[in-house]
T-cell receptor, first 115, second 116 residues
Framework: DGGITQSPKYLFRKEGQNVTLSCEQNLNHDAMYWYRQDPGQGLRLIYYSQIVNDFQKGDIAEGYSVSREKKESFPLTVTSAQKNPTAFYLC??????????????FGPGTRLTVL | AQTVTQSQPEMSVQEAETVTLSCTYDTSENNYYLFWYKQPPSRQMILVIRQEAYKQQNATENRFSVNFQKAAKSFSLKISDSQLGDTAMYFCAFSLRGGATNKLIFGTGTLLAVQP
């Protein structure tokens, strides 16, 4: 089955700790994205990557970091610098970017709670 | 900068009835895409329907159709013959055509409850 997997589904973190959220896709997509979802708000873009070893900040990148060492993987690290990290995090991928739109496919999400 | 506004936080409809969800957006660009995404209780985001701004014809997908008014910057979603499985959060989203990314800009969502 082709798709996007995110792990874990639920994640708990103590204040001051860094934590890494996993996102893997086997759709052979070039582009990958991380969104954050808070109650009463839509999804907001944290980081995106159009190609391996390259990524750009989205609208709310402060306190987050990413890497893109493999086409299939785009992990997100929530650092202790993120002031309000409790949220639902969604990963997405699309075939390519630029020129015309390619549908973004979403993973099932990770719920992060800071204790 | 582009913005997307959904002014109906919650709506309710009886099963088999028709409901319309509203969305307005703001942009100075002429070429873009508009979307409706569905997020059921499982929280999986599912694309419902897509509209290309350069097309005048409104998009339809089975029971789902849109009313795209480009001059008014309005993009409403009509769900016909509502089913219990339509209960979900619905997000309107915008993306530039020909941009460097497929960045999606989302509205705040409308929670739709279909009542039996």
């Amino acid at each position: 089955d082709g798709g996007i997997t995110q792990s874990p589904k639920y994640l708990f973190r103590k204040e001051g700790q860094n934590v890494t959220l996993s996102c893997e896709q086997n759709l052979n997509h070039d582009a990958m994205y991380w969104y954050r979802q808070d109650p009463g708000q839509g999804l907001r873009l944290i980081y995106y990557s159009q190609i391996v070893n390259d990524f750009q900040k989205g609208d709310i990148a402060e306190g987050y970091s990413v890497s893109r060492e493999k086409k299939e993987s785009f992990p997100l690290t929530v650092t202790s610098a993120q002031k309000n990290p409790t949220a639902f995090y969604l990963c997405a991928s699309s075939p390519r970017t630029g020129g015309f739109y390619n549908e973004q496919f979403f993973g099932p999400g990770t719920r992060l709670t800071v204790l | 900068a582009q913005t997307v506004t959904q002014s109906q936080p919650e709506m309710s409809v009886q099963e088999a009835e028709t409901v319309t969800l509203s969305c307005t957006y703001d942009t100075s660009e002429n070429n873009y895409y508009l979307f409706w995404y569905k997020q059921p209780p499982s929280r999986q985001m599912i694309l419902v329907i897509r509209q290309e701004a350069y097309k005048q014809q409104n998009a339809t997908e089975n029971r789902f159709s849109v009313n795209f008014q480009k001059a008014a910057k309005s993009f409403s979603l009509k769900i016909s013959d509502s089913q219990l499985g339509d209960t979900a959060m619905y997000f309107c989203a915008f993306s530039l055509r020909g941009g460097a990314t497929n960045k999606l800009i989302f509205g705040t969502g409308t929670l739709l409850a279909v009542q039996p």
